[in-house]
């Protein structure tokens, strides 16, 4: 299958594989973080092709995700066409690996975490022992005069 059909048949694929409840059950999701989908394809057709697969890929993820309450600007589509294969696209002796094929058109997600600011600061050890050493110098000269 190749032009547009194909990529509308991967990206139903892919999103007919994503389950929201895995989605859900990082605890990562539900801090608000950024949602980077970084979308790939194997390497049948021209880069030009590969790379709006991987976009629609991608794109069709990032959809699902919106349509199932996540905020569309948490979201973060970079599309990679062929270029980063997990599996070889051919075999040794040049023929297609159609598992491998299959393997690298996918999309990976990375959920981030937002940095929290922090509160106090906890002194170290060595401050923790500085802070006290100059305690008990302040002691012994109150006491001395």
């Known amino acids: 299958m190749k032009g547009p059909e194909a990529h509308e048949s991967y990206a139903g694929e892919i999103v007919g ?3 929201w409840v895995y989605a859900t059950a990082s605890p990562q999701m539900g801090e608000g973080g950024t949602i980077t989908l970084r979308g790939h394809s194997d390497s049948g ?3 030009e092709a590969n790379l709006r697969a991987s976009q629609a ?3 069709a993820v990032a959809e699902w995700l919106i349509e199932n309450g996540v905020a569309q600007e948490r979201i973060v589509v970079i599309a990679f066409g062929e270029q980063n294969p997990v599996a070889p696209n051919a075999l040794p002796d040049g023929t297609p690996n159609e598992a491998g094929r299959a393997t690298n058109r996918r999309v990976e997600i990375e959920v981030s975490v937002p940095v929290q600011p922090t509160s106090a600061k906890e002194p170290t050890l060595a401050e ?4 006290s050493a ?3 110098r302040t002691e012994s000269s109150d006491r001395a005069q």
């Open 128 to 131: 923790s022992i500085a802070s």
């Open 134 to 136: 100059e305690e008990a």
């Open 45 to 47: 057709g021209d880069d």
């Open 57 to 59: 890929r991608a794109d």
């Open 17 to 19: 594989r994503v389950r």
